[in-house]
């Protein structure tokens, strides 16, 4: 390993034992643990179907970016996105924007809330997003959300969430704005469904050693070795996701 790369993993793992040591420094859970009204359910959109999802570029309001405690969860592809747009590391990132929580077992990472807002660390003073351009995925869908059934997942029109009045229609592939969506929706609902068969696994498991040997590898193997920013990502996802997945069978069968 090189000095640099022994470097980079020296600042994760510190990272990570900080956050191990200090998990319950982020309280606020409110709108992460809110419970999905069932009237929200009885209407599903796919990314062709119109939704009353337009804020008009939320002009004066960014509630959606404030105290949301851990729940802004990043992807690989958002991290793709900042590595590739603001020329940074992931371990950047770590320093300022991003922070690490823990979810059923597995370590991942999420947007950062501070100061006297407790606002996303992206937000400038005037309250507007910074990298509204290449934005993560969970920003980009409110107020929409996704439900998970069947190996799948539909889109519902989150009716409680935004306090802006007055939306209009909008096509949902348009209100997200991800180019190859077909592609981008795939990766989406893989990534969902590994994290929830990972985190069944840890359960059964039940090796603390284990569980945390596992979880540093998925950080390591899908966000802190950046992807090459040239190539195409969904190809390398699939690389690497299809190493991980032998692991995860390995495991699974002692």
Known sequence: ???????????????????????????????ATAIIPIEDLKKLYS??????????????????CCGMGDSIVLDPYDIYQMNKHLGVKFEELLNHKISLHAEEGLILPNLKMQGKEDGCAFLNEEGR???????????????????????SFSYYLQSQECTKAN????????WLGIPDLKQYENFVNEWHYF?????????????????????????????TTAF???????????????????????LDRQ
Do not use: W
């Open 1 to 31: 390993i090189s000095i640099e790369g022994f470097n980079k993993m020296k600042l994760i793992n510190k990272a990570v034992k900080k956050f191990i040591k200090f998990s319950d420094i982020t309280s606020n859970r409110v709108k």
């Open 129 to 151: 997003c910074t990298i509204h351009a290449f934005r993560p995925g969970f920003c980009r869908l409110f107020p929409l959300g996704r439900i998970y059934e069947d190996g």
């Open 47 to 64: 990314s062709s179907d119109m939704v009353k999802a337009d804020c008009g570029g939320c002009k004066g309001c960014h509630d959606c």
């Open 228 to 250: 090459d920013l040239e190539s195409d990502f969904y190809k390398q996802f699939d690389e690497r996701m299809t190493q991980m997945k032998k692991l995860i069978y390995t």
């Open 167 to 174: 939306r209009t229609k909008v096509k949902v592939n348009k």
């Open 195 to 223: 994290l929830k068969d990972t985190k069944a696994l840890l359960l059964r498991l039940s090796d603390a050693r284990l569980n945390q040997e596992l979880s540093m590898y998925l950080l390591n193997r899908f966000y």
